[in-house]
């Protein structure tokens, strides 16, 4: 893509009708984003902000710096640190392995690994994925690895709750997912999604951790004490973090999420909970790295994505197949969901969120 930091906007026939292109002040929308994103402009760590309708990118424009301490600006194409938005790949994943028959949701951790302890009897699959599995938290200063998860849950008696029983978040359940992914498939949890997710989608800027060195990657940048500094991105536990890619990929990854592409119908279902969702309630859920809502009829899928220095958000609604991508390579804490609310809004003045 030449020269993203300019603004790609581009409208298809066959996606919006000539009314409602009519309707879209293209440079006052344009405007509406910029104002919104000033504090990720000028020489502060920035943004890339991607609006996607169906597999069409209606918005792409980046802000802000890629290094303050090169003073090198953000051009759109770099890679960031996916952080948490990395869970659904993970559950894909999980599901590719049920639509092959050689897993079951309702399987529990000692039914894959029987020298887990007991506690892993009462502990299924679905659990880890909903984040009401009851596993304890590690301590991500003394654990470094997937393998060292496995060993710190290996050496508790119980779990801290019922599982099943309540949505506590656990920093346990992803990366024991990437450790059963390994022991059904064979495959490293590296090799099984190149293969199944990125090759298939001709994914070409999707990494792992271990991979980035001489990427273009936007560098992370941590505050400390009213500045920031600038850190290589540091740690390896896969599952819940550890993916980098570009917002070119993730484009190809969302349009492939919501039709049979990477799964099947029946898949889909399950994940986005679309029977429970469909009954026009207020609904709030979570399961498979998505926060699963619906307001006043309006269904709306999100997940924040946070890891070292950087901070992204996924808006995904629906109901117009819209989806709202924020990537950033600052830790300080922002509002990243009712920004992306906002430029919704921009895109659809009647959404009603």
Known sequence: MRNVAAIYIVFFVSLL???AQDTLNLNKIEKGVDKYLSYFSGENPGAVVTVIKKENVLFHKAYGQKNIETDTKLEG??????????KSFTAVAIFKLVEKGKLNLDQTITSIFPDFPAYGDSIRIQHLLDHKSGLANFNPQEVKSNDDVYAFLALQNKAIFEPGSKFIYSNSDYPLLVNIIEEISNKSYEEFLIKHVFR???MDHSYFIDEIANKNIAVSHVKKEDRYVAEMP?????????IFMNATDYVKYDH????NKLLDCESLQK??????LNNKENVSDYTCGWALMAKGGVRYFWHGG???GYSNLVLHLPDTQTTILILTNRNDGYDFLKMAIYIAKLFDKDLKL
């Open 256 to 259: 492939a999420l919501y039709i």
């Open 271 to 276: 994940i986005f909970r679309v029977e429970k």
């Open 234 to 242: 540091t740690g390896i536990i896969l599952g819940d973090r550890g």
């Open 200 to 202: 298939k989608l001709k």
């Open 306 to 308: 946070s890891q070292g």
């Open 77 to 86: 194409n770099e890679l960031f640190n996916l952080g948490e938005l990395s």
């Open 17 to 19: 009708s000539s009314s």
